[in-house]
Nanobody, 124 residues
Framework: QVQLVESGGGLVQAGGSLRLSCAAS????????MGWFRQAPGKEREFVAAISWNAGSTWYADSVKGQFTISRDNVKNMVYLQMNSLKPEDTAVYYC?????????????????WGQGTQVTVSS
């Protein structure tokens, strides 16, 4: 089992920045690709970004390319999401997840371990 805890969310004005953190504990998470997803009120959970187990590859949703940056530190068991130039449409609960199953990196069903989420609210 891998336990994931997100932090760093909050209220920010449009154009501002936030850095989300995801702390992993329990079983080592270094073999897993890691992802960030988000869910806005009334909408389905959507893929935001992912990073391979060794940080050699990253993937981003088109909507956040050039705006968000995912990174990880396998020594500290941490995953990060740097979010810049935030917009009101980025408002959502953001979830960290560990990918354990075969399948597309963007598909939430290939992730078996999830955090509880952290709220990000961007005011206009």
């Amino acid at each position: 089992q891998v336990q994931l805890v997100e932090s760093g969310g909050g209220l920010v004005q449009a154009g501002g920045s936030l850095r989300l953190s995801c702390a992993a504990s329990g079983r080592t998470f270094s073999p897993y690709d890691m992802g960030w997803f988000r869910q806005a009120p009334g909408k389905e959970r959507e893929f935001v970004a992912a990073i391979s187990w060794n940080a050699g590859s990253t993937w981003y949703a088109d909507s956040v390319k050039g705006q968000f940056t995912i990174s990880r530190d396998n020594v500290k068991n941490m995953v990060y999401l740097q979010m810049n130039s935030l917009k009101p449409e980025d408002t959502a609960v953001y979830y960290c997840a560990a990918k354990t199953l075969f399948g597309p990196i963007q598909r939430s069903t290939t992730y078996d371990y999830w955090g509880q989420g952290t709220q990000v609210t961007v005011s206009s």
